[in-house]
């Protein structure tokens, strides 16, 4: 008995000892997210969900790696609101070289726990931009002031400061947060400033420079950081890395919630109705214009969209549909060409970058609305002056031949048929005669010069 107690007590020991050393063999684990291209609602969705599932997988730290020209204002808030209640540090990073975080992903690099960039990279450029261009920007060297002056003294106008006072309010909010340089990010948001990697770490914008990713988990080991669930200290060397890809669903929205896609399947489900309704069991018109539609209304939802261009771009489409069916001699096409494409300009409220549509292909579209219309006005005047085939006008200044001597009333041959007919002046059988009147089934004519 004493000998099984004492091997039950030693085998108790090494399991309760085993548990701490098998925890502390294994490699810490970290998620790799990235966000390329411009930010928009497939980008903020597919960073909330990837951070969930890396978090659930038990990834003790998210790596962002960031290439991106910026994008919609609000994306960018959905994903710092995300960064800053995530319990695991986030650390983005741009790169590899030749990445940039310029203007949202400005304000993404300064919400995270810790920001890193790759060498022969650039972030910056932080300013606001209003729909359809750019406020007018101080020379360089010369920023706004905080009251919002340039270097003349004037002062922008209500909207342009309102924006820009908020966008300044918001990243230095983030700059002081992690402690980093709260008034050079001023700078790139009043004066667009913009800065190399190299630059970024001298004025203690960025933490540190990395070439890639093992060389940022190997840097940033052991250095503590501030979570939502408490400060941290970061065990990341050797790290076993997870790609969370983004996948079918976020790839299928982004290119959705393109404006020149979402354009462009709106466009197709008005013209499919619209065929279906002039040629009713067509099927095919019909079928996939309601899904370009419904698809296009998606998209629609998740971009800040213009309602008065969405309602010039419908005017615009109306007025060509009634253009051949009113006789207005262009008037009505003129008029919806031009409100199609103010519309089209107009469609989505934003300035940010890759979030607005081609204009190539508003200009291509248009050009294709001028044809038409012009095709369908030189159809119209060809009509107008083309001669009368069928009816009675048809009949009319036709020549007829006189099939016996008549006064008064006689018959001739006609295109080939007898028809009854009246002149005022006698006439011999083989004269020509011209119509000149129906009345019924009798004809007036009156005899060719000469006969």
Known sequence: MVRSALLWWTSALLGAL????AHAAAPPRAALLEITGPIGPASSGYFERARRQAVADGAQLIVL????????????RDIIRDILASPVPVVAWVGPGGARAASA????????????????????????????????????????????????????????????????AYIRGLAEKRGRNADWAEAAVRSAASLSAEQALKLKVVDLLADDVPQLLQRIDGRSVQTASGPLTLHSAGAAVTHYAPDWRTRLLAVLTSPTIAYALLLVGIYGLLLEG????????????????????????????NYAGLALILLGVALL????????????????????V??????????????????????????????????????????????????????????????????????????????????????????????????????????????
């Open 321 to 340: 549909v009634a253009e051949t069916y009113a006789a207005s001699f262009g008037v009505l096409g003129s008029g919806g060409v031009v409100a199609f």
């Open 342 to 451: 103010l519309g089209s300009v107009l469609l989505f409220d934003t300035g940010a970058p890759g979030f607005g549509v081609n204009l190539g292909v508003i200009a291509g579209l248009a050009l294709g609305a001028v044809a038409v219309l012009a095709l369908t006005l030189f159809l119209v005047l060809r009509a107008r002056r083309a001669p009368v085939v069928t009816g009675a006008g048809a009949l009319l200044g036709q020549t007829a031949e006189v099939l016996e001597d008549f006064s008064g009333e006689g018959w001739a041959r006609l295109m080939g048929e007898r028809w009854r007919v009246r002149s005022a002046v006698p006439l011999a059988a083989g004269a020509r005669v011209r119509v000149t009147r129906m009345d019924g089934l009798l004809l007036t004519v009156e005899p060719l010069d000469g006969h």
């Open 105 to 168: 992903g400005t304000y993404i690099l300064y919400a995270s726990h810790l920001a890193a960039m790759a060498p022969a990279t650039n972030l910056g450029a932080a300013t606001p931009i209003p729909v359809g261009g750019s406020w007018p920007t101080p020379k360089p060297g010369k920023p706004r002031d905080e009251a919002g002056q340039d270097q003349a003294g004037a002062p922008p106008d209500a909207a342009e400061l309102k924006a820009v006072n908020d966008a300044v």
């Open 18 to 21: 085993w548990i701490p050393l």
């Open 65 to 76: 790696r960031l290439d991106t020209p910026g994008g919609l204002d609000s994306a960018m």
């Open 278 to 305: 002039y040629h009713p069991g067509a099927v095919l018109p019909g079928v996939a214009g309601g899904i370009a539609l419904v698809l296009a209304l998606y998209a629609l939802q998740m971009l800040p969209v």
